[in-house]
């Protein structure tokens, strides 16, 4: 099965708090997932990435945590701000070169 | 910097019409790709390229065709334009292994 289910699909969040988006996979061929990021207007660009034997990668605001066992990972941006609004979406890769996407979230981060 | 651009913003067709759209990639990467994005539904891969003159189909292929004669430059054709084909196109290309994918502007297609 090559789907990354991805939710929700929209999310409101006040300025200064955490947005957090959740995906979750079935193929255990997956081998590194990514998480991109879309303003409107613009393609999707590469946010941050984690590899499966990894729990957790952090990058400034934003971090990803990955449970193996569960076959699940999320995205948390602390202290969301207003210019991260964008469209977020969530991905596996396949065999090394087929990205697989979520759905994508809208995040609305409130001033 | 990687640059992935495609030669429309906004198109307009004629159902039955055939319908080019271009992406050219300034990296000499392996690997260059065609999504639609539709609302709810994601980045839905319709063909991919590891070569020049070699392709895959991705997942959504019906009623498309893609041509890759340069490395640079990989080319998506839609050869009877339907509405149900109306949508955003986005080009992305990578090197060997896919980890980052590059990704264009995209390209908004309304089919009347």
């Known amino acids: 099965q090559q789907q990354v289910k991805q939710s929700p699909q929209s999310l409101i969040v006040q300025k200064g708090g955490i947005s957090i988006i959740n995906c979750a996979y079935e193929n255990t061929a997956f081998d590194y997932f990514p998480w991109y990021q879309q303003f409107p207007g613009k393609g999707p660009a590469l946010l941050i990435a984690?590899?499966?034997?990894?729990s957790e990668k952090k990058e400034g605001r934003f971090t990803i945590s990955f449970n193996k066992s569960a076959k699940q990972f999320s995205l948390h941006i602390m202290d969301s701000q207003p210019g991260d609004s964008a469209t977020y979406f969530c991905?596996?890769?396949?065999?090394?070169?087929?990205?697989?996407f979520g759905a994508g979230t809208i995040l609305r981060v409130k001033s | 910097d990687v640059k992935v651009t495609q030669s429309s913003r906004y198109l307009v067709k004629r159902t039955g019409e055939k319908v080019f759209l271009e992406c050219v990639q300034d990296?000499?990467?392996?690997?260059m790709f065609w999504y639609r994005q539709d609302p709810g539904l994601g980045l839905r891969l319709i063909y991919f390229?590891?070569?020049?003159?070699?392709?895959e189909k991705g997942d959504i292929p019906e009623g498309y065709s893609v041509s890759r004669e340069k490395k640079e430059r990989f080319s998506l054709i839609l050869e009877s334009a339907s509405t149900n084909q109306t949508s955003m196109y986005l080009c992305?290309?990578?090197?060997?292994?896919?980890?980052?994918?590059?990704f264009g502007p995209g390209t908004r297609l309304l089919v009347l």
């Open positions: 390229s590891y070569d020049v003159k070699m392709k």
């Open positions: 991905a596996a890769l396949f065999v090394g070169n087929k990205l697989v």
């Open positions: 984690i590899r499966p034997d990894v």
């Open positions: 990296m000499d990467h392996e690997n």
């Open positions: 992305a290309s990578s090197l060997r292994r896919a980890e980052t994918q590059y």
